[in-house]
T-cell receptor, first 113, second 112 residues
């Protein structure tokens, strides 16, 4: 079955560490997205990529970095510059085009220890 | 900038009731609207996608309507069940490329 796989499900980060969240899809979608979800604040867009080797900042990109070297993969790195990284991170993908909806992964919960 | 609002923020109903969740958006120039379900600690599951040219979409006990000119959508759940308990989010795709703008969600509890 096609879908989006996010790993790990839970991740713990020490102060000053960079950590990378994985997002892989086998839906043959061109576009991929990273969202952050905090209690009471809804989903906020971190980065998105419409095509391989290209990505754009979303509303809250500071302290995060991404790469898009393969169509199937869109990893997110939470750097030490992100001062409040504890949150639930969601990856999504879609067919490029205005008529299509999004498919989401199951999320990664990141906690700073 | 597009803003999406969902009312109520939380809703508790007894099993078997028919219920309506509301979603409003400020910019009517949208391409589509998508309703999602989110269980605690889980990702989002797509329920219904309504294109701007459509008035409604149905899937089982769910019916979503769209009134683009007034900036409103409703999600109707018939004969609610405890298994329907979850947070329901709506999101609109506007003219900012391929991006979705999300509402804050409605947390639904259906009591047996």
């Amino acid at each position: 079955d096609g879908g989006i796989t996010q790993s790990p499900k839970y991740l713990f980060r020490k102060e000053g560490q960079n950590v990378t969240l994985s997002c892989e899809q086998n839906l043959n979608h061109d576009a991929m997205y990273w969202y952050r979800q905090d209690p009471g604040q809804g989903l906020r867009l971190i980065y998105y990529s419409q095509i391989v080797n290209d990505f754009q900042k979303g509303d809250i990109a500071e302290g995060y970095s991404v790469s898009r070297e393969k169509k199937e993969s869109f990893p997110l790195t939470v750097t030490s510059a992100q001062k409040n990284p504890t949150a639930f991170y969601l990856c999504a993908s879609s067919i490029r085009g205005l008529d299509y909806g999004y498919t989401f992964g199951s999320g990664t919960r990141l906690t700073v220890v | 900038k597009q803003e999406v609002t969902q009312i109520p923020a939380a809703l508790s109903v007894p099993e078997g009731e028919n219920l309506v969740l509301n979603c409003s958006f400020t910019d009517s120039a949208i391409y589509n609207l998508q309703w999602f379900r989110q269980d605690p600690g889980k990702g989002l599951t797509s329920l219904l996608l309504i294109q701007s040219s459509q008035r409604e979409q149905t899937s089982g006990r769910l019916n979503a309507s769209l009134d683009k000119s007034s900036g409103r959508s409703t999600l109707y759940i018939a004969a609610s069940q405890p298994g329907d308990s979850a947070t329901y989010l709506c999101a609109v795709k506007g003219n900012a490329g391929n991006m979705l703008t999300f509402g804050g969600g409605t947390r639904l509890m259906v009591k047996p």
